[in-house]
């Protein structure tokens, strides 16, 4: 079993910045694709960026390309999601994922682990 604990999440004005770590409770993380996901009110849960289990392979959402860098640190267990640039649009619960494999994957159904969520709000 895999835990995930979202944390960094906040209420930052238009332009700001935030970082989100995702640390995972596995003692083989290295073999973990991850990935961000956010859903905001009334909608569906979206793709946001997700990273290879070696940080070599990485996608983003059309929606954040260019603001958004997801990356990872294998040796703490830790993936990040550092978000500049921040929008009003941005504004969602942000949540970490873990898909048991090496390679990336933007769609939700393919991960097997998610966190509990971490709230970041963007205010215009």
């Known amino acids: 079993q895999v835990q995930l604990v979202e944390s960094g999440g906040g209420l930052v004005q238009t332009g700001g910045s935030l970082r989100l770590s995702c640390v995972a409770s596995?003692?083989?993380?290295?073999?973990?694709?991850m990935g961000w996901f956010r859903q905001a009110p009334g909608k569906e849960r979206e793709f946001v960026a997700t990273?290879?289990?070696?940080?070599?392979?990485?996608n983003y959402a059309d929606s954040v390309k260019g603001r958004f860098t997801i990356s990872r640190d294998n040796a703490k267990n830790t993936v990040y999601l550092q978000m500049n640039s921040l929008k009003p649009e941005d504004t969602a619960v942000y949540y970490c994922?873990?898909?048991?494999?090496?390679?990336?994957?933007?769609?939700?159904?393919?991960?097997?682990?998610w966190g509990q969520g971490t709230q970041v709000t963007v205010s215009s």
């Open positions: 990273i290879s289990w070696s940080g070599g392979s990485t």
């Open positions: 994922a873990a898909r048991r494999t090496y390679t990336i994957a933007v769609v939700s159904t393919e991960y097997d682990y």
């Open positions: 596995v003692r083989t993380f290295s073999i973990y694709a």
